[in-house]
C-alpha cells in the first residue's frame, strides 16, 4: 500500500510538471532582408513590458521598430502578438505569440505555451515565475535567428 501511495504522488507530481511548450518559424532573412517593423499594439496584453521586450529583440537584430495603435498602409513589414498572464501568488507570463508579417503574409512566428493544470496554470514548472523578458528574449531570438546580433 505505502509503494501505491508513493507511486501515485510521484505520478501527480510529474502530470503537475509538464514543461512549456514552444514553437517557432524563424524569418527567412535572405528572402526578406528587414530593417524596419511596425509593431501593432495590442490593448489586451495586460504585461507592461511586453512592447519593450519586443522591441529590444529587434534591436538586438539590427531591426528597428515603432509601435502604432493601427499599422500604417506604409509599413510593409509588421508585427502582432498576443500575451497572457495567470496568477499563482503573483502574476507571471503563461503564453505568448509574436507574428511577423509581410504585407499581410505571415514569414514567421514564435510562440510559448506554459503548462495548464494546478498550480495556478502553470504547473509546477520550474520557470513559471521567471520574468517576462526571460521568457520573451528565447522568442524573439529564435524568430531571428537568421539576422545579424549587433549586441
Keep these: 500500500m505505502k509503494k501505491f501511495c508513493l507511486s501515485a504522488i510521484a505520478l ?5 510538471a509538464a514543461f512549456t511548450k514552444e514553437n517557432f518559424q524563424a524569418i527567412n532573412a535572405t528572402a526578406h532582408p528587414i530593417t524596419e517593423v511596425c509593431i501593432e499594439e495590442n490593448p489586451s496584453v495586460k504585461i ?10 529587434f534591436s538586438r537584430h539590427g531591426i528597428q521598430s515603432k509601435v502604432y495603435i493601427t499599422i500604417p498602409d506604409s509599413c510593409d513589414y509588421f508585427v502582432k502578438y498576443t500575451a ?6 503573483k502574476p507571471f507570463l503563461s503564453d505568448a505569440r509574436i507574428a511577423v508579417y509581410n504585407r499581410g503574409l505571415l514569414i514567421g512566428f ?11 496554470g502553470g504547473g ?3 520557470d513559471k515565475w521567471a520574468s517576462a523578458k526571460t521568457k520573451v ?15
Design 12 to 16: 501527480t507530481a510529474l502530470a503537475c
Design 48 to 57: 507592461p513590458e511586453m512592447i519593450s521586450l519586443i522591441e529590444d529583440g
Design 84 to 89: 497572457t498572464q495567470r496568477w499563482d501568488f
Design 110 to 120: 514564435a510562440e510559448r505555451q506554459g503548462t495548464r493544470g494546478v498550480f495556478g
Design 124 to 126: 509546477m514548472a520550474p
Design 137 to 151: 528574449d528565447p522568442l524573439m531570438d529564435r524568430l531571428l535567428e537568421g539576422f545579424r546580433r549587433v549586441r
